[in-house]
């Protein structure tokens, strides 16, 4: 499984403006409304939330991989971001995440979700492409390290 299939260039947000946990799952999943005008942002938001509640999904190292399944979505979709500050995302290190993939899966893809999370995580854990993904300057370079992997 290639991660960049499941990418679009519309969905990066390689400076995130948000301070604190909430703000970063409302300027992913709004990114992913603006390109997709059917998505129920509301409840995507919520699905988000509601996930983070039983227990961060900020894994350490800067890294965090909000995700969630929701009704009504016909594929997986990602958004990606990056915040050059750091936002407190409740990581298990409890230091602040930088880089951020949102996965958001239809209810009835158990397998893929997992695999694309598993794919996400090994990916993160390359210190050349977390390098590249942190100093791109533009958000071709941006999309250019995603697409190196």
Do not use: Y
Not at 56 to 64: D, H, N, P, R, V
Not at 116 to 140: G, M, P, V
């Amino acid at each position: 499984m290639v991660l960049r299939d499941f990418l679009s260039k519309d969905l990066l947000l390689p400076e995130l403006q948000a301070k604190n946990k909430t703000e970063v799952l409302a300027e992913l999943v709004a990114v992913l409304a603006q390109k997709e005008p059917s998505l129920d942002a509301e409840a995507a938001f919520r699905v988000l939330k509601d996930r983070e509640s039983l227990g961060s999904t900020g894994i350490g190292e800067g890294l965090a991989i909000p995700h969630g399944k929701l009704e009504g979505l016909e594929r997986i979709v990602l958004v990606v971001g990056r915040s050059s500050e750091g936002v407190d995302f409740d990581a298990l290190d409890h230091k602040p995440c930088h880089i951020f993939f949102m996965v958001l899966a239809p209810e009835q893809v158990a397998g893929m979700h997992l695999r694309i999370l598993a794919s996400i995580t090994r990916l993160l854990k390359d210190e050349a492409f977390r390098h590249a993904f942190l100093t791109a300057q533009d958000k071709e370079l941006f999309w250019d390290a995603l697409n190196s992997a």
